[in-house]
């Protein structure tokens, strides 16, 4: 059993920087990001291989937002740059044997989510 936690959120003026972080993932879980806006489907943001060799990011924040983890501290971050107000979601992270892509029914584990505002 894998318990993942997030922390980091809150609420950023649009442009500014947040630095999501999730702990417990472990060294042989890959990671993911995803956000769920009120109203929508929960989306993938972002993933990171185990090794943190390889990663993934949707199109919708490619160049904005980093993925990258320390396995060291058993930690997996997201930097969100040049946050935008349609950025305002719940953010969770998932952990996955298989998979640090897009594909949400492969990962196994999900942390709780934290609520991410960014004001206009």
């Known amino acids: 059993q894998v318990h993942v936690r997030e922390s980091g959120g809150g609420l950023v003026q649009a442009g500014g920087s947040l630095r999501l972080s999730c702990v417990g993932s472990?060294?042989?879980?890959?990671m993911g990001w995803f956000r769920q806006a009120s109203g929508k489907e929960r989306e993938f943001l972002a993933g990171?291989?185990?090794?943190?060799?390889?990663?993934s990011y949707a199109d919708s924040v490619k160049g904005r937002f980093t993925i990258s983890r320390d396995n060291a501290k058993n930690s997996v971050s997201l930097q969100m740059d040049s946050a935008q107000p349609d950025d305002t979601a719940v953010y969770s992270c998932?952990?996955?044997?298989?998979?640090?892509?897009?594909?949400?029914?492969?990962?196994?584990?999900w942390g709780q989510g934290i609520q991410v505002t960014v004001s206009s």
């Open positions: 998932a952990a996955s044997k298989v998979t640090w892509t897009s594909y949400q029914h492969l990962y196994d584990y």
């Open positions: 990171i291989s185990a090794s943190g060799g390889q990663t």
């Open positions: 472990g060294r042989t879980y890959h």
